[in-house]
Structure formats: C-alpha cells, structure tokens
C-alpha cells in the first residue's frame, strides 16, 4: 500500500479554507498517524484499508472516526437513548438531558478513548445518565475509586472518590483538557 496519506494530508492542510481538515489538529495529527501507522501494521495491505484509502484519500481521521465509534457503540447508544427523556424524568422536577450537552459528551468520551488507546490502558465502559440539571453523567468505578463526569453543554467537571472523608478522599476540578483526560485515566486505573 503507497504511503501517500501524510502528503496528502499536507496538501489538504494547505488547500482548505480553515487550514485544518475536520478531525484533525495540532494536538492530535500525531496520534492519527501513529494510529494508522499501528492499523497498516495489524492490517497490512489488506482490502480493509485499500478500500478506506480509496473511499477517503485524504481523511485517516475517518477511519480512526469509524473504529472508536464501533468500539464506543454500547456508550454511544445510551447517550443517544438520553435525548429521548422528558423533563421530570426523576419524578423530583429534573430537566430532560440537555441536546448539546448530549453532543458534547459525545465528542468527550471518543477524545477520551483516543487517550486511553494512545496510553495502552483497558477501557472501561461508563454508566451513562443524567442529572437532575440537564447534564449528561458518566460513571466510572474500579476498586475503591469512583470517577464521575458531568458534561453540561458549557463545560465538562470530573469529581474523584476514593474514600468517605469529603476533606481529603476527594477531589474535582475541569475534564476539558486531554492532559487531565490522561490523568483521571491513569488515577482510577492505576
């Protein structure tokens, strides 16, 4: 299989109004490439990757698109499930789960994966809910430690657990940026 993505994609870059093709940046070109580099690997010259080279010359984050959301399918659906919910879904006067913040957990939870893949960790699938104010909530638990995550359709916050004392068993702050992303990650697995 020719090697071409990378020139292509240097190419795109050059030729696209915006300067970065959807589902690449800065941050991320290196772990699609390497990404693709591990699927060329695995895959070889098969018709998997003829065919995706083909139907999308100049998009590898496509296929890497594709794979996570395969992998993420389960999690995906229950997010999708949320919209359907009405207000006072709870029976206590809750908000139905918000539509953007739906789309925002969404992109979250594939950007989480993606570090959790380039870390070379287990994934864990969530459970998956809303709360009360319209936020989507994901779940995490392993061991003694519980991460829990609220996506708004503003921000993402992460509340840690690993004991009762609110003082010093207990920790939150912002789940936005990849580098806490990883952090959470290697803390609850870890």
Do not use: H
Not at 139 to 151: A, N, S
């Amino acid at each position: 299989m020719p090697q071409t993505a990378p020139f292509k994609r240097n190419k795109l870059l050059r030729e696209t109004q915006s300067g970065i093709p959807r589902g690449y940046s800065a941050d991320n070109s290196l772990l699609i490439d390497c990404v693709m580099a591990s699927l060329r690997g695995f895959y070889g010259s098969s018709e998997v990757l003829v065919y995706y080279d083909y139907q999308f010359p100049f998009d590898d984050a496509t296929i890497v698109e594709r794979i996570v959301r395969e992998a993420l399918k389960p999690t995906l659906a229950q997010l999708q499930d949320l919209l359907a919910w009405e207000a006072d879904w709870n029976s206590y006067d809750a908000l139905p789960p918000n539509r953007d913040a739906v789309l925002r957990a969404e992109n979250w939870i594939v950007r989480l994966f993606l570090e959790v893949a380039d870390l070379g960790r287990v994934w864990i699938s969530p459970n998956v809910t809303a709360s009360a104010d319209g936020e989507v909530v994901f779940e995490w638990w392993y061991g003694r430690k519980k991460l829990t995550v609220y996506v708004s359709d503003e921000s993402t916050e992460y509340v840690q657990v690993w004991g009762d004392d609110m003082d010093t068993e207990m920790s939150e702050g912002n789940a936005d940026p990849l580098s806490t992303c990883r952090s959470l990650w290697l803390w609850l697995v870890g």
